[in-house]
């Protein structure tokens, strides 16, 4: 273990990281909110959550700084009575919850289908890439949209756990495709290289040269793609929750809270949509960010 973080130390990827201020100032940026919503039980001033606690004549506060704000509710309250600043932990905490389970799902789906369809070829890679072209033909969103309404009719009176479910499910659908054509891709060039033939001649089943072969030659592509996606997901989640066909209101994300601030944003109570809004670029722009340097980290044509 000490030897394989010495070698990742000493390697290109670790020294793109430190010469690049971009990368390391969205990394802080990533690590504090991920932080923040993987600790908000503890991290958090209140529990957002708990309606014991929720006092509604401290309902609409102002951040502390303003005239009427107070100490204990740094951002201010929502319309509930609510702490700003705790509601974010816990919203961020749902937020990339789903978004990182959807792109694993999606990864899983898509590489799996990936290696199969340039690996065997023939029919098998045609009916794969020709649901991926229908695939494509959908937007996300409507998809995500549709098989949301979906799961909510079938289950109107489903368990939470069963909604998130249905949530994760419908973002990772049409996330699939990308990870799936960018393997077939890199499985069409490297099932032609040496190393696989001779694998074939000492008679390796097809399963284990995909598996212990092919796969880690293929994963770069894979990684940067998924660092992206991650922030896709969360806007997907985002937009959906704005909608009202997202996480359960009990336990509301980014885009809930956007969504509940967005009926006051007019008569003056700004802090209530305006702070999960700059969370939610914040957290998007920093995986972004991070994406972007992978991606040349890990190509030597953009070194």
């Known amino acids: 273990m000490q030897a394989a973080l010495q070698r990742f130390f000493d390697g290109d990827v670790w020294h793109s990281f430190r010469s690049s201020p971009v990368a390391m100032v969205a990394a802080a940026i990533a690590a504090v909110c991920g932080l923040a919503a993987l600790f908000a039980p503890w991290l958090a001033p209140h529990n957002p959550f708990d309606l014991a606690t929720l006092e509604l004549a401290d309902a609409r506060l102002p951040p502390a700084w303003e005239a009427e704000g107070q100490a204990k509710y740094l951002l201010g309250t929502d319309d509930q009575g609510r702490d700003v600043l705790s509601a974010l932990m816990y919203g961020a905490r749902i937020s990339l919850l789903v978004g990182l389970a959807s792109v694993l799902l999606s990864m899983v789906v898509g590489v799996a289908l990936g290696l199969l369809s340039g690996f065997a070829g023939g029919r098998l890679d045609a009916f794969i890439m020709r ?11 409507l998809v995500a949209l549709l098989i949301d309404g979906v799961g909510r009719a079938l289950f109107p009176n489903a368990h939470d ?16 495709v990308q990870y799936a054509r960018t393997v077939r891709g890199s499985t069409l060039v490297e099932r ?8 074939r001649l000492i008679g390796v089943s097809p399963l284990r040269i995909m598996g212990r072969h092919v796969l ?14 991650v922030a896709t997901a969360i806007l997907i989640e985002a937009t959906l929750s704005f909608l009202g066909v997202g996480v359960p ?13 967005n009926d006051f944003l007019f008569s003056g109570e ?15 722009l920093s995986v972004n960010l991070l994406g972007d340097w992978l991606r040349d980290a890990l190509n030597p044509r953009l070194r």
């Open 131 to 141: 649901v991926c072209d229908v695939m494509l033909s959908f937007p996300s969103i």
């Open 249 to 261: 209101p009990t336990q509301p994300s980014l885009g809930t809270l956007i969504r509940t601030g």
């Open 216 to 229: 880690p030659n293929v994963l770069g592509p894979v990684l940067v793609l998924a660092t992206i996606q």
């Open 192 to 199: 032609q290289k040496e190393y696989v033939q001779a694998a």
């Open 270 to 284: 700004w802090w209530i949509t305006i702070f999960p809004g700059a969370v939610l670029v914040l957290i998007a």
């Open 161 to 176: 756990t069963l909604a998130f479910a249905v949530l994760i499910l419908a973002i990772a659908l049409p996330g699939w």
